[in-house]
């Protein structure tokens, strides 16, 4: 077998500053920055710069799922959290920057996992570098997993000059390429053998991955092989799967599984082996929640510690008259970009009669609750990708929303889309919840998103490693960018 080599971008190719950016890319793995290491073209979305804040009169919503706390002062230094308690208590000290916030709600930067920096639209897939990190920053998502690059050498470049302070945008956590099998599309490579798998492994380790996502074709042997080789080297594993069960994959070792009742094929009566059955939204119109087979799924994943990703901003776009159509939306979009969005929505509006998938996008939720109630790990991401109507960022926030129609509560869902998300990358001690020590990663909501869910769009200042950017001027960075930029 020829050695393996990358069939996406040659190395060449990278975009970029080259050799500089590799010196650059050091301080990578370290959270805390203060604003004096941006650079410029950072610096002009900081609305907040000061090492020493205090945000004070606000309501906390902490992240781990504990209620509310009006009333409270969060002090930040140099980065991080050093006290949180009522205002009356906590007092700014000397020199600090006082934000008086008497009507806003502060929540721990979101952690999407499953976000990627690319955007598909009308059968179009356009590699967003600067409307993306833009769009999750100012919506308050503070961390993101890609979970499956089209590009991922621009991914990695992203990664590096956002940890540089060359540019604007969330921490980012890079899974390399889509690994599935014979007959993917042309931007995912195929594995067909398991040296292979551990070939491709190891390069995209090398240049910078820590989590691999496999997609819906793969063979168990490729996929064992895969999940082998990423945990020698100490890296993760998440998956797309089909031709591969979800029971099966925790048996390979996985360690997540994407998009949970949408993509199961447990339940399946013409599963075959490594082969990824037609027919998958019927079956799962014929499965019970809270039947055995569910329950032996769950056991499995929960038994195995393997978390489960909730995506169902991107499954909602397939439901007539679904998601809301909001003016921010039209706003950000390129009017092309809009204009195809529309009438792929207009398409599935025209069959609401015939469709299946309000059953089966309420049976989805209900999987997600069960999952959690039965003891899961569950976290949330966009996955900006459908006919285009999920965006990164609003996409995140409504994921909010739907998981409150899923039956959980607004903490849960907070706890879902923050500590949850963090203890997935293996981040919980540091990010994820606003609790003394920890990296301030906070998003400032104008409003009561715990008593009026739709508030949560009303992002005002996020921080990230104690360093705060004005929402709204990174939404109007990309006006009219998104789908071309």
Known sequence: MAPYRPRLLPRSLVAGVGAALLLLAGCGDDHSRAAQELYPEVLEYVSVPEALVALTNVTVVDGTGADPVPGQTVLIREGRIERVGPAGEVSPPRGARVLDLEGHTVIPGMVGLHNHTFYSVGGRRVQLQYSSPRLYLGSGVTTIRTTGAASPYDEIELKRLIDAGREVGPRMHVTGPYLSGPGAPSHHLALTAAE????????????????????????????????????????????????????????LGIDAIEHGFFTNTDYHPDKEPDECPGGLRGHLLQTE??????????????????????????????????????ERFREAMDPESFDLYMATRERIEANAATSTMPEVFRRGQAYELAFVRAGGLLGAGVDP?????????????????LLIEAGFTPVEAIRIMSLNGSIILDEGDELGSIEEGKIADLVVIRGDPI???????????????????DAGRLIEAVRGQVGIR
């Open 289 to 326: 929640i809270d039947s055995e087979q569910v329950q032996r799924t769950f056991s499995a994943m929960i038994d195995n510690g393997v978390s489960m990703t909730s995506t169902l901003a991107v499954y909602e776009l397939s439901y007539p008259g679904r998601p809301p159509l909001e």
């Open 196 to 251: 292979e798998a551990r070939e491709v492994i190891g390069y995209w380790a090398e240049e910078g991955a820590t989590w691999f996502k496999v997609y819906t074709r793969i063979s168990r042997e490729a996929l064992g092989a895969a999940i082998e080789e990423a945990h020698r080297r100490g890296l993760k594993f998440t998956g797309h799967i089909c031709s591969v069960t979800f029971t099966e994959a925790v048996e």
């Open 385 to 401: 990708t459908g006919n285009g109507g999920a965006l990164p960022g609003f996409g995140d926030q409504r994921n909010y929303e």
């Open 451 to 469: 008593a009026n869910p739709a508030e949560i769009r009303n992002v005002v200042t996020v921080f990230k490693d104690g360093v705060g950017y």
